[in-house]
C-alpha cells in the first residue's frame, strides 16, 4: 500500500533538502519534478512527530489535501499521531493504507512545483494469528452434507483472529486416510461428507487445520489447530449380550414361591453407545417347561419346585429389547443347573444278591458278596456308610476308594466255624442328615437282611452261552450305548459261582477304534466309551469269565471269542434282498483256499483279499488272525464298477495255536532273607502269547512244590512256609537252589515254555525249636538269654521268637532265633 503525496515547488532556486525516517536523501522541488515520486515508508507503530520529510532551503506549504496523520510545520513532514494501525480501534486508520490519498502541497524554489510522494508502510507482526474452530455435530447417516464453508471472508473471519492491520489470511486443510475415506475438501475451503459415519466405531473424526498469516513483504506464518467432529449416534445397532451362555444354578425345592437364581447377571448392552436405549428382558423359551423371569436389572427367579433328581440343567432363552423400538432385539442362553439338596434317602438295588454261600475255612478278609446301593442325591450328599447291625463280628463291610461297590468280607473267620446259615443286616446310614429329618427308615428300603451259607470248594469252571460272538456296530453308534451283551453260568453257588467279566483286545487288532469298548465287569454288558470312525474295521477280544471263590489261587476262567465288526455306511442298511453268510477259516492256510460255493456263475468282488474262480469264492492272501479276525465280502453281478450286492460273507478266521508263551526274561535270580513268614512273595515272573491268548497263561511249578507256591494266573512265587524251615528241613544246604517254572497257554493244543528261578539263600542263622508258647518266652527274655550264655560260653542276644505252626505231635513249637556277638 502507498500514498501519493502531489506536492508543488516554487522558487527554482531554492535548495530542497529532504529528510525521511527511511533515510531518503534531501532534494530540491526541481529535483522531485524531475526524478518521478518520491518514496518514503513509514514504520508501523512509528510515533507521533516522527519527521519524515525536511525540506529546509525551500518553503513547503500545508497539505491541501487532509490526512489524519500528517503534517507539515516549519517547512517539515511529520507524523500528526502514532501510526497504532492493529485492532478493530484502529480500523479506520489502517483502511487509509489500502487506498491512494492525493494530498496537494506547495513548494516554492524559483516556481511553485507539484511533485509526488509513494509513501508505504512498513507493517509488523504485533499479534498472533489464533484459530477459533467449533466444534461440529453430524448425525451418523449425514451423506453429502456441508459441514463447514469458509468460502467468505465473514466466515473466515468466524475461526480465524489476527489483529494485525493488512493481514491476508489462508486456511489449509490437511489430507489423511481419514479425510479420504469421509470427507471431500472443496475450493474456499469447505468440507462435505462423502459417506455415512459409524458411531459405533468411530465416534469421532478430527481434522488438522492450519492458518497461514501473511503480511505484505513478509513471509506467511503458520498456526495449528483441529476441528473436531462428533458423530451423533441414532439407532441403527440392535443390543447385544457380552456372552452367548451364562452359567446360572438354583437349589432344588419342592416350593411354590419365587427363588432368585446365583451366577452372573444377564444383562445386555445397547449397541447405539451414543443413545443408550433401556431395555427390557423376557424369557423366550424354556426346555424342559419352567416358571421364570429375568428383572431389568439382569437377575434370574425362578417360581414353583425344582427336582433335580427329575431335571438336572434347563436351557432358558433371552431375549433382550429395546423399550422404544421392540425391534431391536438379541438373545442369550441361560444354562441353570439344580444345585442338589439332601432330599433323597440312599436304597439297596433291586438287584442286590439276597442269598450267597461263603466255603469251608474262608479266611479273615473272603469275599462274601458285593454291596450295590445307591443314593440320588450327588457329592456330599450321596455320601452313606454300611452298616452291620447288631453285634454280629463275623462279618464287616470295606468300601473301594475308587467307588466300585462295596465289599462284604469276613471279619473273624474263626466266628464260621459252627455256623452253617447265618443272617446279616447290613444298613445305610447317610453322613449328612436329609433336609426334612431322619435318614432312613430300615423297615423299608435302607436295611437288607442277607443269607450267608458256608458251602463246599469250587468245582466248576465258568461257560459262556457261546463259544464265540459276533457283534455288528453303526459307525454312527453315540459314546455311552450298549450294544451287546456276554453271558456266562457256573456251576458252583455262592460265591464260587458269581462270575466277573473281562475283556481284552487280541494282539494284532492295533487299531485305536479297538480300544473303546468296555465290558461290565458284573453284567457282561458291551458299551461303547467313544464313538467308532474307522468304519469297515473288525475288532476281536478275548472274553474272559472268572469264578470269584475265596482262594483266589483257586480260581477259574472260561473264555470266549467277541468279533466286533464295524459297517461301513454302505452296510448299515442291508435290504431283504441281500443273503448273508458267516464262514469260518483257520489261519495261515494257503493262498486259493476255497471259502464256499456261490450260488450262480458271473458273480464278482472288490475285496481284494478274496477272488471269484467259476462259482468258488477263493483266499487271495494267506489269512492271518493276528492281523485280521473278520472279513466282510459283498458279492453280486458288477455293471460298470459297480456291484449290485446280492450276497455278503463275513468269514471269521479261527486261530491256530502257533506261539508258545514266552517270558520276558530267560532266568530270574533272588536272594531270601532268613526271616521271611509263610506266605511272602519272592519274585512275580511273566509270560506273554502271540496268539493273543496270553491273558490265560498259567504258571505251575515243576520243582520244589513243597517249599514254594505260584499264583497259578499272575505268576507270583511265594513261601509255603518261614523261611527258616529252608535251613532246619535242608533246602538251604548249598547256598543256592534252581526252581523251574513251567507257563502254559489256553491253545488246543497247550502250548508251554519253562523258565529257571535261582534262589539265594543267606547264612544260615541258629534256630532252636522249643515246645513252649510265644508268649511265655517273651516274658523271660533276659533270663533265658543270661542262662544260655553261661551254657555256651559266649554272649547271647535274643532277637526274636517266631510261632511255629503245630508240628506232628500235636503241640506248639516256638522258633529262637540267635545272635552271637564277640565282646
Known amino acids: 500500500m502507498s500514498l501519493r503525496i502531489y506536492i508543488f515547488w516554487h522558487a527554482a532556486f531554492w535548495i530542497l533538502a529532504l529528510a525521511a525516517f527511511s533515510g531518503v536523501a534531501a532534494k530540491s522541488c526541481t529535483d522531485f519534478a524531475r526524478h518521478g515520486p518520491l518514496e518514503l515508508t513509514i514504520q508501523e507503530n512509528a510515533q507521533e512527530n516522527t519527521l519524515l520529510l525536511d525540506q529546509s532551503g525551500s518553503r513547503l506549504y500545508p497539505l491541501r489535501t487532509y490526512t489524519s496523520f500528517l503534517k507539515v510545520q516549519h517547512d517539515k513532514l511529520y507524523t500528526s499521531r502514532k501510526i497504532n494501525i492493529d485492532g478493530d480501534q484502529n480500523k479506520a486508520l489502517c483502511s487509509e493504507f489500502e487506498s491512494v490519498i492525493v494530498l496537494t502541497l506547495d513548494c516554492l524554489f524559483y516556481t511553485f512545483r507539484r511533485i509526488t510522494v509513494d509513501l508505504s508502510i512498513n507493517y509488523t507482526d ?34 480465524v483472529k489476527d489483529d494485525d492491520c493488512g493481514t491476508e489470511i489462508d486456511l489449509q486443510i490437511e489430507e489423511n ?164 439338596m439332601n432330599d433323597n434317602r440312599p436304597k439297596f438295588s433291586p438287584q442286590q444278591v439276597l442269598s450267597v454261600g461263603i466255603a469251608v475255612g474262608a479266611s479273615t478278609g473272603s469275599h462274601v458278596t458285593w454291596l450295590f446301593a445307591d443314593d440320588a442325591d450327588e457329592g456330599d450328599n450321596a455320601e452313606f456308610d454300611f452298616i452291620i447291625h447288631a453285634d454280629l463280628d463275623a462279618f464287616m463291610v470295606t468300601k473301594n476308594p475308587d467307588s466300585k461297590p462295596a465289599e462284604l468280607v469276613v471279619k473273624n473267620s474263626a466266628l464260621l466255624d459252627a455256623l452253617q446259615s447265618i443272617d446279616v443286616e447290613v444298613r445305610l446310614k447317610e453322613k449328612r442328615p436329609v433336609a426334612w429329618g431322619e435318614t432312613c427308615d430300615f423297615m423299608k428300603t435302607c436295611a437288607i437282611n442277607i443269607t450267608v451259607t458256608v458251602e463246599d470248594q469250587n468245582h466248576h469252571t465258568p461257560i459262556f452261552s457261546r463259544s464265540h460272538y459276533v457283534v455288528s456296530l453303526d459307525p454312527g453308534m453315540e459314546a455311552g450305548t450298549v450294544f451287546g451283551q456276554i453271558r456266562a453260568t457256573d456251576g458252583d453257588t455262592g460265591i464260587s459261582g458269581d462270575i466277573m467279566y473281562r475283556l481284552s483286545p ?181 509270560a506273554t502269547d502271540q496268539d493273543g491268548l496270553h491273558d490265560m497263561v498259567t504258571y505251575s511249578l515243576r520243582n520244589m512244590k513243597d517249599v514254594f507256591g505260584i499264583n497259578t494266573f499272575s505268576g507270583e512265587i511265594f513261601l509255603l512256609n518261614p523261611s527258616w524251615e529252608l535251613w532246619t528241613s535242608g533246602w538251604a544246604e548249598g547256598g543256592s537252589s534252581v526252581l523251574l517254572v513251567e507257563a502254559k497257554d489256553s491253545g488246543l493244543p497247550a502250548l508251554t515254555s519253562f523258565a529257571s528261578v535261582t534262589i539265594h539263600f543267606p547264612q544260615p542263622p541258629v534256630y532252636l525249636l522249643l515246645p513252649v508258647g510265644k508268649d511265655d518266652l517273651m516274658k523271660n527274655k533276659s533270663n533265658i538269654a543270661s542262662e544260655m550264655s553261661k551254657v555256651l560260653g559266649i554272649r547271647v542276644q535274643i532277637l526274636a521268637f517266631e510261632a511255629n505252626a503245630a508240628g506232628q505231635d500235636k503241640t506248639l513249637k516256638t522258633c529262637l532265633n540267635i545272635t552271637t556277638k564277640d565282646d
Not at 126 to 155: C, F, G, M, N, R
Open 177 to 340: 486416510d481419514d479425510t479420504q475415506e469421509f470427507f471431500e475438501i472443496r475450493s474456499g475451503p469447505s468440507i462435505w461428507t462423502k459417506k455415512a459415519f459409524d458411531f459405533e466405531k468411530k465416534p469421532q473424526h478430527v481434522l488438522n487445520i492450519t492458518a497461514f498469516s501473511t503480511l505484505p513483504g513478509k513471509d506467511p506464518t503458520a498456526t495449528h489447530g483441529q476441528l473436531v467432529i462428533n458423530v451423533e449416534d441414532v439407532d441403527d445397532t440392535d443390543p447385544f449380550f457380552e456372552q452367548k451362555v451364562f452359567n446360572m444354578e438354583i437349589t432344588e425345592s419342592d416350593k411354590e414361591t419365587e427363588r432368585k437364581a446365583t451366577g452372573p447377571k444377564i444383562n445386555a448392552t445397547d449397541g447405539d453407545i451414543g443413545i443408550n436405549a433401556t431395555l427390557e428382558y423376557t424369557i423366550e423359551s424354556c426346555e424342559p417347561d419352567l416358571v421364570a423371569r429375568v428383572s431389568n436389572d439382569g437377575e434370574l427367579f425362578v417360581s414353583g419346585p425344582l427336582d433335580r433328581e427329575t431335571t438336572k440343567t434347563y436351557r432358558i432363552i433371552v431375549r433382550a429389547s429395546q423399550i422404544d423400538n421392540s425391534s431391536a432385539t438379541a438373545t442369550a442362553t441361560v444354562s441353570l443347573t439344580v444345585r442338589d
Open 506 to 686: 487280541i494282539p494284532g487288532e492295533g487299531d485305536p477304534d479297538c480300544g473303546k469298548v468296555k465290558v461290565h465287569s458284573l453284567t457282561g454288558e458291551l458299551t461303547l466309551v467313544q464313538r467308532m470312525t474307522a468304519a469297515g474295521r473288525t475288532c476281536t477280544y478275548r472274553a474272559f469269565a472268572c469264578d470269584t471263590p475265596l482262594d483266589k489261587n483257586k480260581r477259574k476262567c472260561g473264555s470266549s471269542m467277541v468279533a466286533l465288526v464295524v459297517l461301513e455306511p454302505s452296510q448299515t442298511d442291508v435290504t431283504s434282498d441281500v443273503l448273508l453268510s458267516d464262514v469260518y477259516m483257520l489261519e495261515n492256510l494257503a493262498i486259493g483256499t476255497i471259502v464256499m460255493t456261490l450260488p450262480e456263475l458271473g458273480l464278482a468282488t472288490d475285496n481284494k483279499n478274496f477272488y471269484i474262480d467259476g462259482k468258488l469264492l477263493k483266499t487271495a492272501v494267506v489269512l492271518d488272525k493276528e492281523r485280521r479276525a473278520a472279513h466282510i465280502i459283498s458279492i453280486g453281478k458288477k455293471h460298470g464298477k459297480k456291484i449290485d450286492e446280492t450276497l455278503r460273507i463275513t468269514v471269521y478266521v479261527q486261530n491256530v495255536n502257533d506261539h508258545a508263551p514266552l517270558f520276558d526274561r530267560d532266568d530270574y535270580e533272588v536272594t531270601l532273607t532268613d526271616n521271611a513268614p509263610a506266605g511272602t512273595a519272592i519274585l512275580t515272573i511273566s
Open 126 to 159: 504485533d499479534h498472533p494469528t489464533q484459530l477459533l474452530l467449533p466444534t461440529v455435530s453430524v448425525k451418523e447417516e449425514a451423506k453429502d452434507l456441508l459441514i463447514v464453508d469458509w468460502s467468505s471472508s465473514a466466515e473466515k473471519a468466524k475461526v
